[in-house]
């Protein structure tokens, strides 16, 4: 008897806990949470190929108690969704990639997207924004290396970075009868800034003109300079970018603190990754015994991310046969892991992160039938 009410008095603890649990976490607003995402990892870092943000919206108020996370939406990944009552799935892969002409039960997809609306569940793909992002997939492929530093191979540009127009025009004006004709045709030109200085050029004083411009106003300012070369000296065209950002942006370049043999970087990646089996090139004169100290990687599929890249090994999901025979070539290793398995490992990291980020305020789930397509047999 003693032991029985022992057993009931556990069970009535764990459930009181359990109701607690629950009870801790609140509802999201769909807009607030959306938001919050983007905060998260801006969206503007996403290829401009690429189709994210939110793809299937129910129709508000929708209000999220959990989110649930894949890497790939596919039918059955769904079916487990509706059975742990999501209300938002955020599936790593976009399972609207290409433009729908009709939504009925023919194919896998639109049964996708009729599915979600029936049973009021958003869907969210942050994709390649995750993959630019400072904390985002790629440093997370990363961290099995071992002890490095890494960059982007490509990095992202700012992008609330103020600029006026796309290119600046600076010329020099000599005379103020000049000066006055110059300003007075450009302030007549849309989408042109301008600003002017008094300088000094060969011991003489004259007005330092520049105008920030668009495409489209540079043709026009160019037009009257041409028309008007009288007026003006030293003229120089200069185009406008935005500056590119130290740890966003597209794969990573990693340099070990410490040189391994390609065996033991093999061994750790596995490890990261939770593989039995990888697929290795040697390059060209190499071994297994052969020293790796950079490393040059992008999750998914990383031909044209990892092409020209100065590395000892390239490591991705997958690349094409020529890619390969092209690194190869060069002396570069090349490690392929399967497209998702590069990935999908990244989502335990992303639902601690998102966790803290959102203040806890909703539940989020891992997806358990997520998995990769392709096995070894």
């Known amino acids: 008897m003693l032991s029985s009410g022992i057993r009931l008095v556990t069970r009535k603890v764990q459930l009181i806990h359990s109701l607690n649990c629950t009870s801790s976490r609140s509802f999201m607003d769909l807009k607030t949470l959306i938001s919050s995402l983007d905060d998260f990892a801006s969206l503007s ?62 194919t896998w997809k639109e049964r996708l997207v009729i599915r979600a609306l029936e049973n009021r569940v958003g869907i969210y793909s942050p994709h390649t924004a995750y993959d630019a992002a400072p904390q985002g997939v790629n440093s997370w492929l990363a961290k099995g290396l071992g002890a490095c530093t ?55 004083e004259q007005t330092r003109i520049s105008l920030n411009c668009t495409q489209k106003a540079l043709l026009q300012v160019v037009a009257f300079l041409s028309q008007n070369r009288q007026l003006y000296q030293k003229t120089e065209i200069l185009s406008l970018e935005k500056p ?85 070539s060069q002396g570069i290793n090349v490690i392929l892991c399967e497209h998702s398995n590069t990935e999908r490992g990244f989502l335990s990291d992303l639902r601690d992160m998102l966790g803290v980020h959102l203040e806890n305020k909703i539940n989020i789930i891992l997806s358990e039938t997520d998995k990769d397509p392709l096995h070894v047999v």
């Open 244 to 328: 590119l950002l130290l740890h966003t942006g597209m794969g990573r370049l990693c340099t070990l603190d410490e040189s391994v043999s390609l065996a033991t970087m093999v061994e750790r990646i596995k490890r990261h990754l939770k593989l039995s089996h990888v697929r290795l090139s040697l390059g060209v004169g190499r071994t297994l015994e052969s020293q790796v100290r950079v490393v040059a990687l992008c999750a998914g599929s990383g031909s044209s991310v990892l092409q020209g890249a100065e590395a000892d090994l390239y490591l991705t999901g997958e690349m094409s046969h020529h890619d390969v025979l092209d690194a190869a």
């Open 45 to 106: 870092f996403a290829e401009s190929w690429d189709n994210v943000g939110l793809l299937v919206e129910p129709s508000p108020p929708h209000t999220v108690n959990t989110l649930f996370l894949t890497n790939d939406l596919t039918e059955e990944v769904m079916e487990e969704a509706l059975q742990k009552k999501a209300d938002l799935i955020l599936s790593y892969h976009p399972p609207i990639f290409r433009p729908l002409k009709h939504i009925t039960w023919k």
């Open 150 to 204: 890494s960059r982007p191979i490509h990095p992202s540009k700012a992008p609330n970075y103020p600029t006026e127009g796309t290119h600046r025009v600076e010329f020099g004006v000599n005379h103020t009868e000049d000066l006055d004709k110059v300003m007075s045709a450009v302030k007549g030109i849309t989408d042109v800034s301008v600003t002017s200085v008094f300088a000094r050029s060969d011991d003489e």
